[in-house]
């Protein structure tokens, strides 16, 4: 039996999305299976590794009810990056995974400051020295759980731990996973072992890096009986979920560009090395290649915040579903662009690109008594488009212009944004054919140049198709470059607001009232 079949694993911050893929890109199956994340503190996100291995093993065992794992090539993986998973020598993990949004490690970005000042951090790394990244959680557990610290062989993430459970080769990352985890010199490519050396981090707890296509891992006896995969069957080391989304996206050579609409928002491209811009605005990692680089811009609220304004402004109240999103987006579309002065400011949980500024707040500005519901619905689709459009300025600053798009992720099923983000970014747009399924494709195309379907990530990659296209439109390009100058002002002269009530909520909340 021929095996030209591959299956993926994409371990999502809800959900593990297991599929089988055609080595056309096509989808023959998808199984969805759901689990929790923990918020047992303010700024705390933890999720359990346990219930995400089960996860992919339900999901696994769901597919190959449906198909013959005769069939299947080799296994792709993916997952949420910056996380923090301790196993011990038998790889069990000793504690939750702390997850990309936790941000609880704040004191030990002030540890990390005292031995290597942020710019030399950011020209290390290639990351601003943040919260949210690998490197802080393990000095918040040394400090918490010096116990399990000690127990520790290795610190991996998501697909790392998965990876570990399917081949029993627990220890093992790929380039992309090991870039933010913020313990990784990106020009080297290799572990930043001075720095950890400096916070006293044994290097060989970091895990051994190799390239996402790597086979030399193979499905052991143990997950061979609670999958139903036949032992034996290459296993890719895989990426993380960025840089898979960017493969899917059909990014494939330096200079392709693509945008992704979640609950979050990026813009994303290739390049042939990191690109550090002065303000550390941006942020880079390895490609699972482990040659090229992909820099981003993130938006910390997409989908998010259009979810927001749809439950609590634009659909009185209603739960935001496709229904509640069409009908939202029908209203946007009875206005003409620019929303007749109205603007919006996506930032609903602090920021990321270009402010990075946890203070930051919504706001909404320029409506009069003449505005109603429908000039708001466009002013936050365009507020979302402007945000994207600004990680963009970024990147135009330091030498890397985003000069195409494809669109992913669930926002670029919307009938309206892609037409918005053409005439804001002034370059025809694409919505990939499958918006939703683009980093499970990447992982796919992963696996698939590994075990040799592909030649390369550029034959992998024509297997990525557009469903539609989106010219830019002269005349609302002109009237988004007037507003979008106002909008860049928005922050800046709002940021002394923010940072008052901020100080006003943390005075709250330390007396108790």
């Known amino acids: 039996m021929e095996r030209e079949l591959l299956l993926t694993c994409d371990a999502g911050t809800t959900a593990c999305k297991c599929t089988v893929f055609a080595p056309d890109g096509q989808i023959l199956s998808v199984a969805r299976s759901e689990y929790p994340t923990a918020f047992p503190k303010p700024n705390w996100a933890e999720q359990s590794p346990d219930a995400v291995l089960e996860g992919m093993l339900t999901g696994i065992r769901t597919l190959l009810e449906q198909i013959n794992p005769g069939r299947i090539a080799c296994v792709g993986l993916s997952g949420t990056m910056n996380g923090c998973i301790p196993v011990g020598a038998d790889g069990r993990a000793l504690y939750p995974n702390i997850i990309h949004s936790d941000s609880r490690a704040i004191r030990e970005i002030g540890e990390i400051a005292q031995v290597i000042s942020p710019d030399e951090f950011y020209r290390l790394t290639g990351n601003r020295l943040d919260v949210h ?8 557990l040394r400090r918490h759980y010096p116990e399990i610290v000690q127990k520790a062989r290795f610190f991996l ?38 720095l950890l050396g400096e916070l006293g981090i044994d290097a060989l707890r970091m895990p051994e890096i190799r390239a996402g296509t790597d086979m030399t891992g193979q499905v052991r006896e143990r997950a061979s009986l609670l999958t139903g995969l036949l032992a034996g069957t290459p296993v890719a080391v895989g990426g993380g979920d960025g840089a898979c989304a ?70 009185a109240g209603d739960e935001p579903k496709r229904e509640t999103i069409s009908r939202a987006e029908n209203m946007a579309r009875t206005v003409a662009p620019g929303a007749e002065g109205v603007l919006f400011l996506p930032t609903l949980m602090g920021e990321r690109t270009p402010y990075w500024d946890p203070n930051t707040r919504g706001a909404l500005l320029g409506f009069t008594l003449y505005h109603n519901r429908n000039h708001l619905a466009r002013a936050v689709y365009e507020g979302v488009a402007y945000a994207l459009f600004s990680c963009a300025e970024v990147m135009r600053a330091c030498g890397v212009p985003v000069s195409s798009m494809m669109l992913i992720g669930g926002g670029a099923n919307s009938g309206l944004w892609p037409d918005v983000l053409a005439s804001v ?89």
């Open 133 to 140: 990244y690998t490197l802080p959680k393990i000095l918040w």
């Open 157 to 194: 993430n998501t697909k790392d731990f998965l990876y570990g459970w399917l081949t029993g080769q627990f220890g093992v990352t790929d380039y992309s996973d090991a870039s933010l985890t913020i313990a990784l010199d990106i020009e080297k490519k290799r572990g930043a072992t001075e």
């Open 246 to 315: 960017a493969r899917g996206a059909g990014m494939y050579a330096p200079g392709n560009a693509y945008t992704c609409i979640g609950s979050s928002a990026w813009v994303g491209q290739l390049t042939e090395r990191p690109v550090f811009d002065a303000g550390a605005r941006v942020f880079n990692y390895i490609d699972m290649d482990g040659i090229s680089n992909h820099v981003c811009g993130t938006v910390q609220c997409g989908c998010e915040a259009s979810d927001w304004a749809i439950g609590n402004i634009l659909t």
């Open 425 to 513: 970014f002034e370059i025809e747009t694409r919505v990939h054919a499958m918006p939703g399924e683009a980093t499970s494709l990447g992982a796919a195309i992963t696996a698939g140049v590994g075990v040799g379907l592909y030649r390369d990530f550029e034959h992998g990659t024509r297997t990525v198709q557009a469903r539609s296209t989106h010219p830019v439109s002269r005349e609302w390009a002109r009237r988004y470059r007037a507003l979008y100058s106002v909008y860049a002002q928005i922050y800046n002269r709002l940021k002394p607001l923010f940072d008052r009530l901020a100080e006003d909520e943390a005075d709250a909340n330390e007396d108790g009232t």
